[in-house]
């Protein structure tokens, strides 16, 4: 419960970030903004949105140990370590999205100013450049990939363990108990990792009007539906 406050805290600002000001977009003509909100807003949005990433993989943890080692569960999974993976969730996000937008930031904007999407999001103002794109474009195949890759593998990993030991339980009631307990986790982490990896892991030519359909899932649809799947079944 401590990790999904954590992760509801992270789901209100990351909408915070985009949400009203599309709403604003959507009932204003004047669909403005200014070159300093711009990257504090994509700042802002990476930070949140990898947040979520960090904490799902801590959420992961966290069930490997109530299932695998239950009864060391309030050894492991103390206040002490639960607090470290969140500042961890939190500090690496930041310093991660920094660097991204700092590489924006010495590019070179002269031709059109405007954004094809609903939020300062990271190809979509890459695309206006009139400079090189080819070492932020690196980067985020680079860097970006393995600062993704390492939540989502602890999720892996811990779901593999999860899966032995469930299949190890001799009851068919035990096996649904166990699963039950990670449905939940595994419908949230579906929908964020598999629109991010559309949206993201392709090159930037190639990014269209089909990938701000997607972007939609993980920035309105991921964090609208968390409350829902969560309370539901708790």
Known sequence: YFLLSILSFADICYT?????????????????????ECLAQMYFFLVFGNMDSYLLAAM????????CNPFYYVTVMNHRRC???????IAFPCLHSLLYVLMVNRLT??????????FCDVNPVLKLACSSTSVNEVVAMTEGMAFVMVPFACIIISYIRILIAVLN???????????????????????????ISYVYYQPLSSYTVKDQIATVIYTVLTPML???IYSLRN
């Open 16 to 36: 915070t970030v985009i949400i009203p000001k599309m709403l604003v977009n959507f009932l204003s003509d004047a669909k403005t903004i200014s070159y300093a």
């Open 60 to 67: 992961a943890i966290d069930r490997y140990v109530a299932i």
């Open 83 to 89: 607090m470290s993976l969140v500042v961890s969730s």
């Open 109 to 118: 904007f002269c031709a059109s100013n405007v954004i094809q999407h609903f």
């Open 169 to 195: 339980i001799p009851s068919a009631a035990g096996k649904r108990k166990a699963f039950s307990t990670c449905s939940s986790h595994l419908t949230v982490v579906t929908l964020f990792y598999g629109s």
């Open 226 to 228: 968390n409350p829902i």
